[in-house]
């Protein structure tokens, strides 16, 4: 059994910062996973906010280019999402994805949320 854990989530002033973390549980090779960060606030859909592929390369939506830094440590079997200069547009359900050959797996969110 996989399990995908995301922490770090809360309630924070624009401008403000917060730092998630994506733990998974062993059972698949970490290190040869692409890894993402998605997000779906209310009444909308879930969103691609950025993903880290396991050569390390980053991609990320365009509306937190700039703010918002993905990273991972494989011997951690951790995924994290640095967020800086928050608005009231990141509110949202932020979700954690690991996937490969032939496993995809997601975490149950962490709620972020940022007040104006």
């Known amino acids: 059994q996989v399990e995908v854990a995301e922490s770090g989530g809360g309630s924070v002033q624009a401008g403000g910062s917060l730092r998630l973390s994506c733990l998974v549980s062993?059972?698949?090779?970490?290190?040869?996973?692409?890894m993402g960060w998605y997000r779906q606030a209310p009444g909308k859909q879930r969103e691609l906010v950025a993903n880290?592929?396991?050569?390390?390369?980053?991609n990320y939506a365009e509306a937190v280019q700039g703010r918002f830094t993905i990273s991972r440590i494989n011997a951690k079997n951790t995924l994290y999402l640095q967020m800086n200069s928050l608005k009231s547009d990141d509110t949202a359900v932020y979700y954690c994805?690991?996937?490969?050959?032939?496993?995809?797996?997601w975490g149950q969110g962490t709620q972020v949320t940022v007040s104006s």
């Open positions: 880290i592929t396991r050569s390390g390369i980053v």
């Open positions: 062993s059972g698949i090779t970490f290190s040869a996973s692409g």
């Open positions: 994805n690991v996937a490969g050959a032939w496993w995809d797996y």
